[in-house]
Antibody
Framework: QVTLRESGPALVKPTQTLTLTCTFS??????????VSWIRQPPGKALEWLARIDWDDDKYYSTSLKTRVSISKDTSKNQVVLTVTNMDPVDTATYFC????????????WGPGTLVTVSS | SFELTQPPSVSVSPGQTARITCSAD??????TYWYQQKPGQAPVLVIY???ERPSGIPIRFSGSSSGTTVTLTISGVQAEDEADYYCQSADSSGSFSVVFGGGTKLTVL
């Protein structure tokens, strides 16, 4: 059974760096073709893809956020970490992590999401 | 940059057929995927690779593709299908960026 769960602070101040952890089970990021992506959704708005990390440690970033976002993995802990620097109130959103299998292409399993509010 | 355009809303009566379109601003070699999202929940994949239905998704959900437009069709809409629907594809220009449409609110009257 594949599960993912996001964790991290619910509230951050403007200019701070946000660090979120995605802890997953039911698959391994050591397995060829496995990837984990981060997606966010501001309240009442659409989904926005942020970043992806692959089993071979290749990394891909949203062109609009690539200067502020970083993704990494710890395969021994089954975790993927997202950092977003210089947080702003417009970054207030629910942040999701999701699995992607290269052969299928879709984001087939999602975590429940975690709401991050940026406010002083 | 590559963009996907969806109608903001679609309304149908129970038992009718709902069609939600997703138009790309350029012809992409990449497949399109559809997600259903109910309030307060994570998205759920309902169609992958333009036309394929994951196991557990009702047969009334189907997908089709023509040119730069893909369509999610829900036949015999039920009240439980009321949700936001998002299409997703990828920029095939080499950036590997994943792109979501703006979402369509399906209302079951």
């Amino acid at each position: 059974q594949v599960t993912l769960r996001e964790s991290g602070p619910a509230l951050v101040k403007p200019t701070q760096t946000l660090t979120l952890t995605c802890t997953f089970s039911g698959f391994s990021l050591n397995t060829s073709g496995m990837c984990v992506s981060w997606i966010r959704q501001p309240p009442g708005k659409a989904l926005e893809w942020l970043a992806r990390i692959d089993w071979d440690d290749d990394k891909y970033y949203s062109t609009s956020l690539k200067t502020r976002v970083s993704i990494s993995k710890d395969t021994s802990k089954n975790q993927v970490v997202l950092t977003v620097t210089n947080m702003d109130p417009v970054d207030t959103a629910t942040y999701f992590c999701a699995r992607r299998v290269i052969a299928i292409g879709s984001l087939d399993y999602w975590g429940p999401g975690t709401l991050v509010t940026v406010s002083s | 940059s590559f963009e996907l355009t969806q109608p903001p809303s679609v309304s149908v009566s129970p038992g009718q057929t709902a069609r939600i379109t997703c138009s790309a601003d350029a012809l992409s070699k990449e497949f399109t995927y559809w997600y259903q999202q109910k309030p307060g929940q994570a998205p759920v994949l309902v169609i992958y690779k333009d036309t394929e239905r994951p196991s557990g998704i009702p047969i009334r959900f189907s997908g089709s593709s023509s040119g730069t437009t893909v369509t999610l069709t829900i036949s015999g809409v039920q009240a439980e299908d009321e949700a936001d629907y998002y299409c997703q594809s990828a920029d095939s220009s080499g950036s590997f960026s994943v792109v979501f449409g703006g979402g369509t609110k399906l209302t079951v009257l």
